[in-house]
């Protein structure tokens, strides 16, 4: 059976439509028909089942008990046709006290299955409400009836027990309704027509005991078709699953919900008891026994809501300091426990010591086998150095993420710390049994030492192994790295360089200095790099090694890259324009990982390209092998949308890297750079020859474009020559020059040629690379 989501919803507001129909039609019939109206929209709730059951897998025995509240009413009428007297009223009462309790376990078991079972709590205020409504019940329906002759016991108990078999069902509705998260349509219903059941068996239970007039009894017929209607239409509306959705971490129903409902049936027979007045003796027992049972089971329901309260608050104060995946103390309970230990053993020539454990590259476990791998991991981990911590005297925590930290008070010296150090660093050498299957997980550790005799705060000592640990994973991770005074130092320069980055551009502290490509062949300038230089408000002019890191790190390489290319092509359209260089010069900028790593990264050059008005062909990016560590997938689909417009890709410092055949193979380059490394070793080693030929050669083979860094000498570009290198720049051919000297050092440049020695070199067709040893 295969019902849409629309003709779920269509199904549902027909039941609620037919009930208006049925309501009206009700009250402009007579007795017969009426019965014969009210029994068709009572029989109305089964097919409700029957979908409830096939399409939201509602259980046979939910549809078996609302057969029964459907037929209910038929019932009645065949008991009042079969029977006369007051024997047929009794049998009809009965009728509805077992369709009442039917519709009470139904609903029980709705709310058992939306907010995960009835509670102690559940269960008490349903017996406060149950008893406060016998209490009413009693005053206002058992006592009149008993002192009527027509009345039976069986009538007399029949009509008491209305009160409080329906009250529970306030309860029920509003566990239902607020119970489990926010209220849909189909829990609204549900609970919209469990309160039209209540109010009108309220009325029926007030017109027997009190001779309400017929209009009570039609003002009830009506509730209950209502009240059928809207409960099927609960149960065949698309979000009726949610019925069934057991939400463990739900909220509970609070105010004005169940407390308010708690709250009234505590009111009402309170106000009874005070403005009526006991009609016989019997009369007062009852209401003294009833007052004394509601007293004790409100006294008993303070007692459980004290007992949760203390329950919750002590979870609360545990989750404060526990870590909730782990289950060891977090940061801040580690911190507090260091602070009394530091403060008892300073004196005692003990150094306590911290030790912060970070995983080296746990994204890529999260990212590849998913959280619930990383989270497996993270357990067996904090589980294997907690016994590790433990058999040395040491309390182990978990700050976050993927930190973990270890509080040793025992060492004496700073050997002491390092050997436990290693003693829970050697915990990484084997395997995690995860669900994800065996994992081997590196870490780097940070070590932070008290000194001795001189106490230190807790905090200080966090963040001097979070110094250390960042050090450690600054030379290769894997590793265990001791705190000294100087990491602090370069830590304050760092955040002193990060901070004076920041508008350092807008403050025109940046500029680019030159070095001039050449063509091997005849020594004429073919292109130009772009080196970026900072220049301080002092004066002082900073070196791209001590800041473009900061900058990575920071995203601030991404704002100064962008500079970088459009000043460069700027700069070059301008000395295209003077005559300064030939109009073939290209310009060579370098990218980082960082930039490459943003999708927006080819607006970024394209716009440059037309603010400058610069063919794409003259714009050089030069990447580096570190774009395969990072993302390579990502860098390759940036770069070819980038050689899409006519950009061409360098790689930089060729050879240094374990990736570079692989990035030849999977990143659009066009040209080699061969890293100074082995040019300046050519007159000396072979190897450096060797590999030199050999990557002249593979450009050739590939149609690449070939250019030597760091040629310093005449030897170097005698060999390069012969090689068969088509470029080269270094110190030989010029330094890195400002903007100002550009006309000058392209016009020396441009006579290089007549120099004698240099015009020898580009004369020389073959040589013997092992006679020269210097230049």
């Known amino acids: 059976m295969d019902l849409g989501r629309r003709r779920l919803t269509?199904?549902?507001?027909?039941?609620?439509?037919?009930?208006?129909?049925?309501?009206?039609?009700?009250?402009?019939?007579?007795?017969?028909?009426?019965?014969?109206i009210a029994a068709a929209m009572m029989l109305s709730v089964v097919p409700a089942g029957f979908v409830a059951r096939r399409i939201h897998g509602f259980p046979r025995l939910f549809s078996v008990g609302l057969a029964i509240v459907g037929s209910s009413y038929v019932l009645e009428a065949l008991a009042a046709d079969a029977i006369s007297g007051s024997s047929a009223q009794d049998v009809a009462d009965s009728i509805d006290l077992l369709a009442t309790l039917v519709i009470i376990g139904l609903a029980a078991y709705l709310v058992r299955r939306r907010s995960g079972g009835l509670t102690l709590g559940d269960l008490l205020d349903g017996l406060i409400i149950g008893s406060g409504a016998w209490l009413v019940s009693w005053i206002?329906?058992?006592?009149?009836?008993?002192e009527r002759a027509d009345r039976t016991v069986v009538s007399v108990v029949l009509n008491g027990m209305y009160l409080p078999t329906a009250m529970p069902l306030i309860v029920l509705a509003a566990v239902i309704l607020f119970g489990g998260g926010r209220p849909r349509p189909a829990t609204v219903a549900i609970s919209v027509g469990l309160m039209c059941n209540v109010v009108g068996d309220v009325l029926y239970a007030l017109d027997d005991a009190r001779d309400l007039g017929a209009w009570s009894y039609t003002a009830a017929d009506v509730l209950y078709i209502f009240s059928v209607a809207s409960c099927a239409a609960g149960l065949v509306h698309p979000t009726a699953p949610t019925l069934m959705g057991h939400r463990p971490h739900s909220r509970r129903v609070t105010l004005p919900g169940r407390l308010s409902a708690v709250v009234v049936s505590q009111i009402i027979p309170l106000g009874l008891l005070t403005l009526i007045t006991a009609a016989t003796p019997v009369d007062r027992i009852v209401r003294t026994a009833s007052a004394f049972v509601i007293m004790g089971l409100v006294g008993v329901r303070l007692y459980t809501a004290t007992r949760a309260q203390v329950r919750a608050q002590e979870h609360l104060a545990r989750a404060a300091r526990t870590d909730e995946l782990t289950d060891l103390p977090n940061k801040r309970s580690l911190l507090e426990t260091a602070a009394d230990s530091i403060d008892d053993l300073w004196e005692s020539g003990h150094r306590p010591s911290l030790y912060l454990f970070d995983l080296d590259r746990f994204k890529n476990i999260n990212d590849s086998l998913g959280h619930d791998v990383g989270d497996d991991l993270l357990v067996h981990i904090a589980c294997r150095l907690d016994a590790a911590a433990t058999s040395i005297g040491a309390t182990a925590s978990r700050p976050s993420g993927d930190e973990f930290l270890v509080f040793d008070p025992t060492p004496t010296d700073e050997i002491q710390a390092m050997q436990h150090a290693s003693a829970l660093f050697s915990i990484f050498r084997e395997a995690f049994e995860t669900c994800g299957g065996d994992l081997v997980v590196t870490a780097s550790c940070g070590v932070s030492t008290m000194a001795a005799g001189q106490p230190t705060d807790a905090a200080e000592l966090f963040r001097r192994a979070d110094?250390?640990?960042?050090?450690?994973?600054?030379?290769g991770r894997d590793r265990i790295v001791a705190f000294d005074a100087s990491m602090s130092e370069r830590v304050t320069e760092r955040l002193e360089i990060e901070h004076a980055l920041r508008g350092a551009i807008d403050r025109r502290e940046m500029h680019l200095f030159h070095q001039p490509i050449i063509n091997v062949a005849d020594g004429s300038v073919s292109g130009l790099e772009a080196l970026i230089r900072w220049r301080r408000p002092d004066g002082a002019m900073v070196q791209p090694i001590d800041f473009i890191g900061v900058a990575e790190e920071t995203g601030q390489i991404e704002e100064i890259g962008a500079w970088a290319i459009l000043e460069a092509l700027t700069q070059l359209r301008g000395w295209i324009d003077d005559g300064v260089v030939s109009p073939d010069t290209t310009m060579s900028v370098n990218v980082s990982p960082r930039q490459l790593a943003d999708h927006q990264f080819g607006s970024v050059v394209r716009e440059a390209l037309r603010r400058s008005g610069m063919p794409a062909r003259l714009l050089w990016l030069e990447v580096t092998e570190s774009v395969m560590a990072a993302n390579a997938e990502l860098a390759r689909v940036v770069l070819e949308q980038i050689q899409a417009t006519g950009v061409r890709i360098a790689l930089d410092d060729f050879g240094t890297g374990y990736s570079s055949l692989a990035l030849l193979q999977r990143?659009?380059?066009?040209?080699?750079?061969?890293?100074?490394?082995?040019v300046g070793a050519l007159a000396e080693s072979e190897n450096d020859r060797t590999l030199v030929r050999t990557v002249v050669g593979l450009g050739a083979s590939m149609g690449v474009d070939i250019v030597a860094e760091g040629v310093e000498n005449v030897v170097q570009l005698r060999m390069l020559r012969q090689f068969g290198c088509a470029k080269a720049q270094g110190f030989l051919i010029s330094r890195p020059i400002p903007p100002e000297a550009m006309r000058s050092t392209i016009a020396a440049l441009d006579g290089l040629s007549d120099w004698p020695e240099f015009a020898n070199v580009l004369g020389e067709s073959s040589l013997d690379p092992t006679t020269h040893n210097g230049d």
């Open 140 to 146: 206002l329906l058992v006592q009149p009836l008993i």
């Open 10 to 36: 269509v199904m549902a507001r027909l039941y609620l439509v037919a009930a208006v129909v049925m309501s009206v039609l009700f009250l402009l019939s007579g007795p017969a028909e009426r019965t014969s």
């Open 667 to 678: 990143l659009p380059i066009q040209r080699i750079k061969i890293d100074q490394a082995f």
């Open 467 to 475: 110094i250390a640990l960042y050090r450690s994973k600054a030379t």
